[in-house]
């Protein structure tokens, strides 16, 4: 199975492992995760959050506890946010996103989709958006953001904003959160597996709102998933507390994926194709329409996955249209593929000049240009 999340391709944290050890109940995750989220400029008390192993598993849990038959989702979106909808056989409708970018759909599309679906009896009662977003790497504007809120509240939708990606945003770029502007309609998500803990420990953390219905949807969502394992509980609440050598390493990340996602998006752009510059984690969204292919998004990603060594999603796989050749280009892969090659792109200072990582984004740049011969 291809990864749902992209891999950020950094060596493990070196503030995770001594902490697997320590004395369960040392440190409460919900707490943790009220002061993280307070940190952000988000109010929060412990009563109000909930972790889960993973987003998968977390966005499941508070799908269930908001009913109704149909999810609203994004055009293009992350693919695990097709998953929870699926296996509770809930119908997915799909809303465009703006040229602006950002994973928020365009506010007249989503009332109009809403609109027809009740007309045909179904009923939804939720919108999973992501500001900072995955797969296309980029943020909604506030503007932007205002006004789907905004259509999401006229719908009588509640909003499920996936904050997976928000602590990479680049420095510069304005972000808020949609529980910023609708507070009482508003569950936060976030996996910690793309900045805070290992990947191969899947921890997510949920914030609800500070009303009768958050707490009513916290307590269901809560009777459906699974409790972390202690340890990792632990780990997680340790890291989610941001003390320096976990900040001293998320910065450097952060540094790190900013540096790689402008000199990949340099490759790209310089091979013909069209692609938004990233202001958010791991990876990149390319049309490759201007390079005259005559692959479509399957074809591209199987033509690309072959040239190049490693997984390139395309643009179907997040719902977007497989008749256009749109990809996914994860960034983390040129790091290197050991422990000492990502640590050497880690402390870097120009980390497109290490020499391994300048190979992989001249491989890049040329499996792009060579698309419409291959």
């Known amino acids: 199975m291809l990864a749902a999340w992209p891999d950020p391709g950094l060596p493990t944290p070196p503030y995770w492992a001594p902490h697997l050890a320590a004395p369960a109940g040392t440190e409460d995750i919900t707490a943790a995760a009220a002061t993280y989220w307070q940190r952000r400029g988000l109010h ?52 465009q996103t703006p040229a602006e ?39 909604t504007p506030p503007e932007p953001l205002h006004e789907v809120c ?23 770029v304005v972000l808020l959160s949609p529980a910023e502007i609708l507070p009482d309609r508003t569950v936060v998500l976030t996996d910690l597996g793309a900045s805070l803990v290992p990947q191969a420990w899947p921890t997510a953390i949920a914030r609800f709102p ?31 507390g941001e003390p320096e050598d976990v900040r001293a390493y998320t910065d450097a990340a952060k540094r790190l994926h900013a540096a790689l996602g402008a000199a990949a998006h340099e490759a790209v752009t310089g091979s013909g194709a069209l692609c938004r510059p990233p202001e958010c984690g791991f990876q990149l969204y390319a049309d490759l329409a201007s390079l005259r292919t005559e692959r479509d998004a399957a074809g591209v990603e199987e033509w ?28 983390g892969p040129l790091c290197g593929a050991g422990e000492e090659q990502r640590r050497a792109a880690l402390r870097a200072e120009d980390p497109s000049a290490v020499p391994h990582v300048a190979a992989a984004l001249r491989e890049l740049g040329e499996a792009l240009s060579a698309l419409s011969d291959g």
């Open 304 to 331: 690309l996955t072959r040239r190049l060594g490693r997984p390139v999603l395309g643009g179907h796989r997040f719902g977007d249209d497989q008749s256009a050749p749109r990809v996914r280009i994860d960034v």
């Open 150 to 172: 905004e259509a999401a509240a006229e719908a009588g939708l509640l909003l499920v904003s996936d904050e997976t990606y928000s602590d990479t945003v680049r420095h510069g």
């Open 44 to 95: 929060t008390d412990p009563s109000q959050t909930a972790a889960a192993a993973g987003g998968e598993a977390l966005l499941l849990a508070v799908l269930t506890a908001i009913g109704g038959d149909a999810v609203v989702l994004a055009r293009p979106a992350a693919a695990w946010h097709t998953v929870p909808g699926r296996m509770l056989g809930r119908r997915t409708l799909r809303v």
């Open 101 to 139: 970018g950002g994973g928020a759909p365009d506010p007249f599309a989503l009332l109009e989709a809403v609109r027809r679906a009740r007309e045909e009896g179904a009923d939804p009662r939720a919108l999973v958006l992501s500001a900072a977003d995955d797969p296309t790497g980029t943020v």
């Open 210 to 240: 500070s009303t009768d219905e958050g707490a009513r949807l916290r307590t269901e969502a809560l009777a459906a998933v699974v409790a972390l394992p202690e340890p990792v509980a632990w780990a997680a609440a340790y890291a989610l």
